[in-house]
């Protein structure tokens, strides 16, 4: 008999009344409802809290109070998890149906480190990992977004430390990256996870993002290549900045 592992949500809000109700739907709409969420909210003054604390059958711990940004938020989170894996959703995602019972069964079949699984776009576009060179495509080459897709292995925040501060766009890029290159193993599971808003922090900040990104891969790659890539992607998306 296979062993699942256990999963934690989470789940960072503020001032979220106008996303947070389909995300609760989606998570009550599970088929596997064995397992944790947890919201950290950042002292929502919308209603918020109270969304929150009705839907408390599928809520299982929050808090609401000041906090610095997202990563802060979800470090808050990590550390009271409780589970094995933990899945990030923002309150602007929606969960698939079948999204817990998908990754329990793809992280007991690999015992990766980090799963991925495939995501939708609010236009029904599916996102999957680019593959190519880790240099050029960054995470994205085996990740598609850590919002929904990707499964995460608690403990690894043990060895590697928790969301950076530095990054307050692209910190998970970071981490996943410490992941990669310190030889964690990583799978892709090819179901589609949840739909993934795409106008979100990293959309509404587009050149800071890049800039992040450039600053997170010159840790790891040769310093000169990746300013070229930045520059190119400040080109390609100069009207979006």
């Given at each position: 008999?296979?062993?699942?592992?256990?999963?934690?949500?989470?789940?960072?809000?503020?001032?979220?009344?106008?996303?947070l109700?389909?995300?609760?739907?989606?998570v009550?709409?599970?088929?596997?409802?064995?397992?944790?969420?947890?919201?950290?909210?950042?002292?929502?003054?919308?209603?918020?809290?109270?969304?929150?604390?009705?839907?408390?059958?599928?809520?299982?711990?929050?808090?609401s109070?000041?906090?610095?940004?997202?990563?802060?938020?979800?470090n808050?989170?990590?550390?009271?998890?409780?589970?094995?894996?933990?899945?990030?959703?923002?309150?602007?995602?929606?969960?698939?149906?079948?999204?817990?019972?998908?990754?329990?069964?793809?992280?007991?079949?690999?015992?990766?480190?980090?799963?991925?699984?495939?995501?939708?776009?609010?236009?029904?576009?599916?996102?999957?990992?680019?593959?190519?060179a880790?240099?050029h495509?960054?995470?994205?080459?085996?990740?598609?977004?850590?919002?929904v897709?990707t499964?995460?292995?608690?403990n690894?925040?043990?060895?590697?430390?928790?969301?950076?501060?530095?990054?307050?766009?692209?910190?998970d890029?970071?981490?996943?990256?410490?992941?990669?290159?310190?030889?964690?193993?990583?799978?892709?599971?090819?179901?589609?996870?949840?739909?993934?808003?795409?106008?979100?922090?990293s959309?509404?900040?587009?050149?800071?993002?890049?800039?992040?990104?450039?600053?997170?891969?010159?840790?790891?790659?040769?310093?000169?290549?990746?300013?070229?890539?930045?520059?190119?992607?400040?080109?390609?998306?100069?009207?979006?900045?």
């Open positions: 008999m296979t062993d699942f592992p256990s999963i934690s949500l989470i789940t960072a809000t503020y001032n979220a009344t106008d996303h109700p389909s995300l609760i739907e989606s009550r709409q599970q088929s596997d409802r064995d397992f944790e969420w947890i919201v950290i909210d950042g002292a929502s003054q919308d209603g918020t809290l109270e969304l929150i604390q009705s839907a408390r059958d599928v809520i299982t711990d929050y808090v109070e000041p906090d610095f940004g997202i990563f802060h938020a979800l808050k989170g990590i550390q009271r998890a409780t589970g094995d894996y933990y899945l990030v959703v923002g309150a602007d995602d929606r969960l698939d149906p079948l999204a817990i019972a998908n990754y329990k069964q793809a992280a007991a079949s690999s015992q990766a480190d980090i799963i991925s699984a495939y995501i939708y776009t609010e236009k029904k576009e599916v996102i999957k990992p680019t593959g190519g880790i240099w495509h960054g995470v994205q080459a085996f990740t598609t977004a850590q919002s897709g499964l995460i292995k608690r690894l925040h043990e060895r590697y430390g928790y969301y950076s501060h530095y990054y307050p766009t692209a910190a890029a970071e981490f996943i990256l410490k992941i990669q290159r310190g030889g964690g193993k990583i799978a892709i599971a090819e179901f589609i996870a949840g739909q993934y808003n795409t106008k979100g922090l959309h509404r900040h587009k050149a800071s993002i890049l800039f992040e990104l450039f600053l997170i891969q010159k840790q790891f790659f040769p310093k000169s290549i990746q300013l070229l890539l930045l520059i190119y992607r400040l080109i390609k998306n100069y009207r979006y900045l």
